[in-house]
């Protein structure tokens, strides 16, 4: 799910055709005085007003009071917003702008997307994903060719400014030292106030991994790496480190992402990369950042905030005060995350991002059940959910996003016919209606240490709209076992990379697998495999269902879900899918006062709960006490001792 707003998500597939109309110096004044109309209150009462002139390919602020340069950091020269309008109309500019003052009391940041527009003209799926969670004033840009959004909050660090290139497009969000050229040219889809989204900043910020571009350059003294960093290229630079002596280890870091030499201590292994990789940039700070970034190390505790800067940010800082970058001994220096529980308190951390609201969290989840008896359905009614952004499981809202199912048990004419019957034939109005142009499917896929995982990764970067990635079957991608290994430990590296992988990216990844045949009363004792199964992942549904019945429970608990839940589903025989009927507990106690309704309607005489129970094949003390309930709520009466519809208030019985 997508952070919680106080407004609907606005949509934005509507938005393919951007407004052209850009904002030249000979622009007609009038154009100023109808934009104004459509700008947000909140910016409007501000004295942080420009007008703005092109200086060659730059758009230069200008002073509104004396026509000359202003200055984002100097308030004297910025004017109210009708100083800007009358010094656009005085001095013949090609606009007015408002600049983000950092001292200000409500302090605003801008979000500037720019060439996210396709050939067709409709908007990039990661520009229309931001535009949805910040879902607050968003207006077209001068060029026409992308937005600028408004939001009440602050950068997550100390820096002023993110900045952000994926493919074609770009990402640039500021705070202060910065302005907007504005147009008014509002995006109906969105609101037209500027609303308060700390939170969906932070995880904007967090979720893309934005440079920290602006963060002061580093003061210690540090002994030079590799003098010819600057002669190659990033590709050229990391065959270098992976060609030379030490390049086996390199590779483990960088390629492999394999920190098993730090006994799982995951900063250690950062600061062992980092210590690499800034001997081979020659200690050049921002090329660090950059390689890392494309790492197998890479997650999102790289962006976090620490110690009023960013955790990737403060390792490189350690590595290149620690003397020589890239040597033996600093590359095995031992690093801990560690800081005050006080402080934590009082960090503003991204929130819970979920796929599917209240049940499917991002991060691994084990979706578990016994074999046909519908997992795959479910898996795949939820990926449709989210291939649509519509509700799964008939209840819960799905956030819509690129989905890549792996049906590694099924062929293409079998995965069609489960499509047809989930989707419909065209014009239809099946479950999932509509053509799922967001969900790619393969049928095989390379095991998970033979280049499954890799494989995984350049489709999420090719997708920067990714949301879910389903996984059916588990066994399909597990790698060989080692004979003798401890199983525990082998099922627990299995699911590491896995768990890490969701985690860096900020998706959800569901794994389809097999219970055990051994029943039990507790959920996660059913699932196949040992404990190390359950215990990586993030969360874990269990599908249970006896054959031939079309009910069935799904049992969901996990790390970022308060209150373990067990839901009774049924099964729609004539749709193939699956709809929750509420809780599992609920619906059990409503079924059984059904049949307790049913028995004494036909039974003659008033029946003994151990005859009622005997009857039913039900616990003798559990039918007592559902008796007594329904006796308080009017649906029975007890007469000595025995149990009788009361016809008076329920006369057709509790159904």
Same mark, same amino acid.
């Given at each position: 799910?997508?952070?919680?707003?106080?407004?609907?998500?606005?949509?934005?597939?509507?938005?393919?055709?951007?407004?052209?109309?850009?904002?030249?110096?000979?622009?007609?004044?009038?154009?100023?005085?109808?934009?104004?109309?459509?700008?947000?209150?909140?910016?409007?009462?501000?004295?942080?007003?420009?007008?703005?002139?092109?200086?060659?390919?730059?758009?230069?602020?200008?002073?509104?009071?004396?026509?000359?340069?202003?200055?984002?950091?100097?308030?004297?020269?910025?004017?109210?917003?009708?100083?800007?309008?009358?010094?656009?109309?005085?001095?013949?500019?090609?606009?007015?702008?408002?600049?983000?003052?950092?001292?200000?009391?409500?302090?605003?940041?801008?979000?500037?997307?720019?060439?996210?527009?396709?050939?067709?003209?409709?908007?990039?799926?990661?520009?229309?994903?931001?535009?949805?969670?910040?879902?607050?004033?968003?207006?077209?840009?001068?060029?026409?060719?992308?937005?600028?959004?408004?939001?009440?909050?602050?950068?997550?660090?100390?820096?002023?400014?993110?900045?952000?290139?994926?493919?074609?497009?770009?990402?640039?969000?500021?705070?202060?030292?910065?302005?907007?050229?504005?147009?008014?040219?509002?995006?109906?889809?969105?609101?037209?106030?500027?609303?308060?989204?700390?939170?969906?900043?932070?995880?904007?910020?967090?979720?893309?991994?934005?440079?920290?571009?602006?963060?002061?350059?580093?003061?210690?003294?540090?002994?030079?790496?590799?003098?010819?960093?600057?002669?190659?290229?990033?590709?050229?630079?990391?065959?270098?480190?992976?060609?030379?002596?030490?390049?086996?280890?390199?590779?483990?870091?960088?390629?492999?992402?394999?920190?098993?030499?730090?006994?799982?201590?995951?900063?250690?292994?950062?600061?062992?990369?980092?210590?690499?990789?800034?001997?081979?940039?020659?200690?050049?700070?921002?090329?660090?950042?950059?390689?890392?970034?494309?790492?197998?190390?890479?997650?999102?505790?790289?962006?976090?905030?620490?110690?009023?800067?960013?955790?990737?940010?403060?390792?490189?800082?350690?590595?290149?005060?620690?003397?020589?970058?890239?040597?033996?001994?600093?590359?095995?220096?031992?690093?801990?995350?560690?800081?005050? =529980?006080?402080?934590?308190?009082?960090?503003?951390? %991204?929130?819970? /991002?979920?796929? +599917?609201? &209240?049940? *499917?969290?991002?991060?691994?989840?084990?979706?578990?059940?016994?074999?046909?008896?519908?997992?795959?359905?479910?898996?795949?009614?939820?990926?449709?959910?989210?291939?649509?952004?519509?509700?799964?499981?008939?209840?819960?809202?799905?956030?819509?996003?690129?989905?890549?199912?792996?049906?590694?048990?099924?062929?293409?004419?079998?995965?069609?016919?489960?499509?047809?019957?989930?989707?419909?034939?065209?014009?239809?109005?099946?479950?999932?209606?509509?053509?799922?142009?967001?969900?790619?499917?393969?049928?095989?896929?390379?095991?998970?240490?033979?280049?499954?995982?890799? =494989?995984?990764?350049?489709?999420?970067?090719?997708? %920067?709209?990714? /949301?879910?990635? +389903?996984? &059916?079957? *588990?066994?399909?991608?597990?790698?060989?076992?080692?004979?003798?290994?401890?199983?525990?430990?082998?099922?627990?590296?299995?699911?590491?990379?896995?768990?890490?992988?969701?985690?860096?990216?900020?998706?959800?990844?569901?794994?389809?697998?097999?219970?055990?045949?051994?029943?039990?009363?507790?959920?996660?004792?059913?699932?196949?495999?040992?404990?190390?199964?359950?215990?990586?992942?993030?969360?874990?549904?269990?599908?249970?269902?006896?054959?031939?019945?079309?009910?069935?429970?799904?049992?969901?608990?996990?790390?970022?879900?308060?209150?373990?839940?067990?839901?009774?589903?049924?099964?729609?025989?004539?749709?193939?899918?699956?709809?929750?009927?509420?809780?599992?507990?609920?619906?059990?106690?409503?079924?059984?006062?059904?049949?307790?309704?049913?028995?004494?309607?036909?039974?003659?005489?008033?029946?003994?709960?151990?005859?009622?129970?005997?009857?039913?094949?039900?616990?003798?003390?559990?039918?007592?006490?559902?008796?007594?309930?329904?006796?308080?709520?009017?649906?029975?009466?007890?007469?000595?001792?025995?149990?009788?519809?009361?016809?008076?208030?329920?006369?057709?019985?509790?159904?």
């Amino acid at each position: 799910m997508e952070p919680e707003s106080g407004h609907a998500a606005p949509r934005v597939e509507g938005m393919g055709a951007v407004s052209n109309g850009g904002v030249g110096n000979d622009l007609p004044s009038e154009y100023h005085a109808e934009g104004v109309k459509e700008l947000p209150y909140e910016i409007t009462m501000k004295s942080s007003w420009v007008g703005w002139r092109l200086d060659g390919d730059d758009k230069c602020p200008i002073n509104p009071h004396n026509g000359k340069k202003a200055k984002v950091n100097d308030r004297t020269t910025w004017g109210t917003l009708e100083q800007a309008l009358d010094g656009c109309t005085r001095y013949d500019l090609a606009g007015i702008g408002f600049v983000f003052d950092r001292d200000a009391t409500d302090l605003i940041t801008g979000i500037d997307i720019d060439h996210c527009r396709e050939p067709d003209g409709s908007i990039a799926l990661w520009a229309q994903e931001i535009i949805r969670v910040l879902n607050s004033y968003t207006e077209r840009s001068p060029s026409g060719t992308g937005f600028h959004i408004f939001v009440l909050g602050k950068l997550p660090t100390s820096l002023e400014h993110h900045r952000l290139n994926i493919g074609s497009g770009r990402i640039e969000v500021y705070d202060g030292g910065r302005f907007f050229t504005m147009t008014g040219d509002h995006v109906e889809e969105t609101p037209r106030t500027i609303e308060r989204r700390q939170d969906e900043l932070e995880f904007i910020v967090h979720k893309w991994g934005l440079d920290l571009r602006d963060q002061p350059s580093f003061n210690g003294t540090v002994r030079k790496g590799y003098a010819n960093a600057a002669d190659l290229d990033d590709d050229a630079l990391i065959e270098k480190a992976l060609g030379a002596a030490n390049g086996e280890k390199f590779g483990r870091l960088f390629v492999d992402g394999n920190i098993s030499e730090y006994d799982g201590d995951d900063s250690s292994a950062d600061l062992a990369l980092v210590n690499l990789l800034a001997f081979w940039t020659n200690g050049d700070r921002l090329r660090v950042d950059r390689l890392f970034r494309r790492s197998r190390l890479m997650r999102a505790k790289w962006n976090r905030a620490l110690r009023d800067t960013a955790y990737g940010w403060w390792t490189i800082d350690k590595a290149l005060a620690n003397g020589a970058p890239g040597s033996e001994t600093q590359s095995d220096t031992q690093a801990h995350d560690l800081y005050c =529980a006080a402080t934590l308190l009082d960090l503003q951390l %991204p929130p819970v /991002r979920w796929t +599917v609201n &209240d049940i *499917l969290p991002e991060g691994l989840i084990l979706l578990s059940g016994k074999p046909k008896l519908g997992k795959s359905w479910l898996a795949l009614s939820v990926a449709l959910a989210v291939a649509h952004g519509q509700q799964a499981l008939g209840r819960y809202d799905a956030q819509q996003g690129d989905v890549l199912f792996l049906a590694l048990e099924d062929n293409k004419r079998r995965f069609q016919s489960r499509l047809r019957k989930l989707c419909g034939p065209p014009g239809s109005a099946g479950p999932y209606a509509g053509r799922p142009e967001r969900l790619m499917v393969a049928h095989r896929w390379g095991a998970l240490d033979k280049g499954g995982v890799a =494989a995984i990764e350049r489709w999420v970067r090719e997708h %920067p709209a990714a /949301r879910l990635i +389903v996984i &059916d079957t *588990l066994v399909r991608l597990r790698p060989m076992r080692r004979a003798n290994a401890d199983a525990y430990v082998e099922d627990s590296k299995m699911m590491t990379p896995l768990q890490e992988f969701a985690g860096k990216y900020g998706v959800t990844i569901l794994v389809v697998h097999h219970n055990r045949k051994q029943e039990s009363d507790d959920p996660l004792d059913l699932i196949s495999g040992t404990l190390g199964l359950s215990g990586t992942v993030d969360a874990v549904w269990v599908l249970r269902r006896d054959r031939g019945n079309m009910h069935a429970s799904l049992f969901v608990t996990g790390r970022d879900i308060q209150d373990e839940t067990d839901l009774a589903l049924s099964w729609d025989a004539a749709t193939c899918c699956w709809r929750v009927l509420g809780e599992a507990h609920e619906y059990r106690q409503s079924l059984e006062r059904l049949q307790i309704c049913q028995l004494l309607r036909q039974s003659k005489e008033p029946l003994a709960p151990k005859d009622i129970a005997e009857e039913l094949g039900k616990n003798a003390s559990t039918t007592r006490v559902l008796l007594r309930a329904m006796v308080r709520s009017n649906t029975l009466v007890s007469t000595k001792g025995r149990y009788s519809l009361n016809t008076v208030n329920s006369p057709n019985g509790e159904t």
